[in-house]
């Protein structure tokens, strides 16, 4: 059995074909949804973050604005900025892009983003509303794999789900939207007892530890769905050449570039899942896209004045 490639890439297009609409009866109406992304100091791979986020709001044509104050900047300095992009009206969206440096207090900066342009959905009123089931602006990679879930007509109701990982980002909405959508949701964690029996009950598997190709094919029942959240960069050539054993092609490109991007899962459950997203070109590029579907949700609520009252849990 080969499993059917659930690709990220062509469910992205297809959100931007409908975000596309969207943004252009916006703009027929005079608004034009804007994000505002905050990149404090040099991180080298957060700077290729935010780069494809803000190509992705100019590909969709929304406005974005790009803030990059120095790796130097105090709390205080940074929520002053962020509290004047709350203030702004042509900011709809506010990100600010993690890690920050260990000088600032993160949860202080992320905490006085505006929830009504908290487009990230790490503030503790929308990450309350997602547990209340009254959600509105939804962490970003959990509302992308529900999105691929669905449109790939994967059945979520009555069905076990695992989720592996309980971070604030991934693991805990992931549970929470998958149990909302009426799964019966397993949280697996570093202490989790015996992970592969508990995986293997399940029919959808979200795999999100950062932890490389570590869910191997004994973790997974014939037939099931595996989502793969983890990105990690590899570059021990040994380790590359047990992952990538039956893939000689993605060896080869290791080899050439030394080092190569693998999932949390193993690339050989392919061989036993029912249904799979490779990582990369999965679930990242969904990411994006629910920025970018968030970034247009809070401008149509900002500017309809029911910025509280949106109530459910697709875009
Ligand atoms: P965190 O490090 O915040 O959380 C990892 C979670 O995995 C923790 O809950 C941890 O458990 C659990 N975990 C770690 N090791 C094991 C193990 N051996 N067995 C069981 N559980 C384990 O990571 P994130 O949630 O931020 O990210 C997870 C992965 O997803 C990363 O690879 C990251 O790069 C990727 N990611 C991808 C995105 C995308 O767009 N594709 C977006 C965001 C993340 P415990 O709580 O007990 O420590």
Known sequence: MTARILNGNLIREEIYVELREEIGALKAAGITPGLAAVLVGDNAASKVYVNSKVAACESLGIRSFFLTPPAAIT????????????QRDDVDGVLVQLPLPPQVDAKQILDAVDPSKDVDGFNPINVGRLVAGRPNLVACTPL??????RRSKIPIEGAEAAVIGRSDIV??????????????????HSKTRDLPATARRADIVVAAMGRPAMITADYIRPG??????GTNRITD????????????????????????????????????????TPSPGGVGPLTIAMLMSNTVKAARMRHSGRAAGAATVRR
Request: with cysteine; hydrophobic share 55%.
């Open 75 to 86: 709390t205080q300095e940074l929520l002053a900025l962020v509290r004047d992009l709350n």
């Open 144 to 149: 992308g794999v529900m999105e691929i879930l």
């Open 171 to 188: 693991g805990k909405p992931m549970a929470l939207l998958l149990l909302h959508a009426n799964a019966t949701v397993t949280i697996c």
């Open 224 to 229: 099931a769905t595996v989502i793969d959240v």
């Open 237 to 276: 050539a040994a380790q590359a050449e047990r992952i990538f054993a039956k893939f000689p092609e993605r060896l080869a490109k290791f080899r050439e570039k030394g080092s190569a991007l693998v999932g949390d899962v193993h690339p050989d459950v392919v061989e036993v899942a029912g249904a799979l």
